[in-house]
């Protein structure tokens, strides 16, 4: 079975720094662009970033810009979010998806479609104190 296993969220202050973390199991790991997304009470799912399967392209949000950093270890099926200078509007359940795809344009426009094709439990990131 495929599982994507999220963690890393927890307490922070404002302007602190957080490492989500995603680990897969049961895939090819290096077969699937992967992304990170969140989402809040009452809205919808947001893609925050996402990194392609060679770790050559990587999109950000322009909200996260500058402060957020993905990368990959695909000897270690992990992915990370490195989020630094955290603000109250950060505050969600974040979930990592893997996405497959032809190119970079289709798995990116996958997952901006939440058309992942496996995604984690979510791990909560609360407001910075």
């Known amino acids: 079975d495929v599982q994507l296993q999220a963690s890393g969220g927890g307490l922070v202050q404002t302007g602190g720094s957080l490492r989500l973390s995603c680990a897969a199991s049961?895939?090819?790991?290096?077969?699937?662009?992967i992304g990170w997304l969140r989402q809040v009470p009452g809205k919808e799912r947001e893609v925050v970033s996402c990194i392609s399967r060679s770790d050559n392209t990587k999109y950000y949000a322009d909200s996260v810009k500058g402060r957020f950093t993905i990368s990959r270890d695909n000897a270690g099926n992990t992915v990370y979010l490195q989020m630094n200078s955290l603000k109250p509007e950060d505050t969600a359940v974040y979930y990592c998806a893997v996405v497959g795809g032809s190119d970079w344009y289709e798995q990116a426009s996958k997952l901006a479609a939440l058309e992942g094709n496996y995604w984690g439990q979510g791990t909560q990131v609360p407001s910075p104190a």
């Open positions: 049961g895939l090819t790991f290096d077969d699937y662009a």
